[in-house]
């Protein structure tokens, strides 16, 4: 299941919401283990999005709330680490991490779902 979903534009105090592109990899582990540790991972991880897995490495796509995008950055690249073990996930390494402002996310979420969509677009 995918959920599209969008945070409103208002912030709370000085808090802003960012989306995160987490990628991890590590050493083999049977996708029924992998599957299950994400299912844990998304009951503990307030708005997780998406998941894409395979047996040796996972996407997670999600909003992290912070006061800017080094908090939020700082926050993202721990976040597997911090719920390794409640979540019993794989012992894997964070290997890509992209955080985004929620404008410059909603101007590439259309590129992304347009099958027409070449290397470079133009900013909508």
């Known amino acids: 299941m995918v959920l599209r979903s969008v945070p409103p534009d208002s912030s709370v105090g000085s808090q802003r919401m960012w989306h995160v592109t987490l990628t991890v990899a590590g050493k083999q582990e049977p996708p029924s283990q992998v599957f299950d540790a994400l299912t844990r991972l998304s009951h503990l ?48 390494e964070v290997v890509g991490l992209q955080v985004l402002d929620r404008q410059t996310y909603l101007q590439r979420e259309p590129m992304r779902s347009a099958p027409e969509a070449g290397w470079i677009a133009p900013f909508q």
């Open 45 to 92: 991880h307030p708005f997780l999005l998406e998941a894409r897995y395979g047996t040796d490495r996972a996407e997670l796509r999600y909003w992290e709330e912070a006061e800017d995008m080094v908090a939020a950055t700082a926050v993202a690249s721990r976040m597997w680490h911090d719920h390794e073990r409640s979540a019993e996930l794989p012992d894997w």
